[in-house]
């Protein structure tokens, strides 16, 4: 396999505002038992069930053509022998209360769609820096590079450092979580206060018997990722079976990548990322975390790797985020849960003031000069 050849910048088109609310509308009209259908462990698995509907905007291979919600900056730095640039947005609150936020984003997920938060916690007095890991969105897509949650923890740390930064609340979620969770054990000192929101990890997918999928594998299921697929996934796990108009354009933002001409080297990437995820647990090690950690738990969420390859006995035993968060509560020192009962994976997305109160009082319950 080869991607030694240069990406041009993304074909930017423009979906309409009439085309996104249709298939919203259309979307959110599926009979639950379609949605249940495509209950995947990723996209890409539910696009392998489903029809695709590829129509939409084209993306650069790091996201060129896809807007943020505030300016764009890259940390330039060396790793594995790699030249690399990390993307993120550093926004600066206009009444600082003197603490930083850094806020890690899941494995379908960017650090746009921090968007809301972002806001929430800049008019709250909070500097806010959101980074886009290597591998995702708007980072470098290397064609090798050993991935792994101590290596994110680094890149990390070295980009926090060059912002002058040594000390931060860091959120977490999703793959963000176990980020976060590895983050906090290698840097303790620097970890002023973790927050886990509907993290995956809490549980050893591999320990549990969902079967081991090759690299590759991964990178023929990421090759079928489309639209529709990403869409149907989304509703079922991250907004427990709702659809709304404001979910599309997280849809089109990863399926566009998925159009551009950076396709294949997109797809690796996120290969090489899901074998991370699956052979890297950090649940064995929640009783070394010593720092205030606030678990943000959505009741809805069924998120597991790979649950679609396992035997459907094993199946229906993953992804139970009620007894998962309350074991995860229990097994971390100081720990405070909060459930939200009718929301699933994504509950920043799902009910924005709901999650920034629970955020906001449990940030505030922790002294800056922590």
Known sequence: MSFRRPFPLALSTVCTVAALTAMSAALAATPASVVSAVDGASPAAASATTAADDSG????????????????ERFTFTSQGVPLQMAYMDVKPAHANGRTVVLLHGKNFCAATWDATIHRLSDAGYRVIAPDQIGFCKSSKPEHYQYSFQQLARNTNALLESLGVHHATVVGHSTGGMLAVRYALMYPQATQQLVLVNPIGLEDWKAKGVPSLAVDEWYQRELKTSADGIRRYEQNTYYAGQWRADYEPWVQMLAGM???????????NSALLYDMI???PVVYEFGQLQMPTLLLIGQKDT????????PPAVRAKLGRYPELGRAAAQAIAHATLVEFAGLGHAPQM???DAFHKALLEGLAAVPANR
């Open 303 to 310: 998120t597991a790797i790979g649950k679609d390859a396992a």
């Open 57 to 72: 905007p084209a993306y650069g291979p790091e996201l060129q053509g896809f807007n943020y919600p505030a300016p764009v």
């Open 350 to 352: 799902q009910d924005p």
């Open 258 to 268: 998925y159009r551009g001409p950076g396709k294949q080297i997109v797809a690796w």
């Open 278 to 280: 699956y052979t890297q």
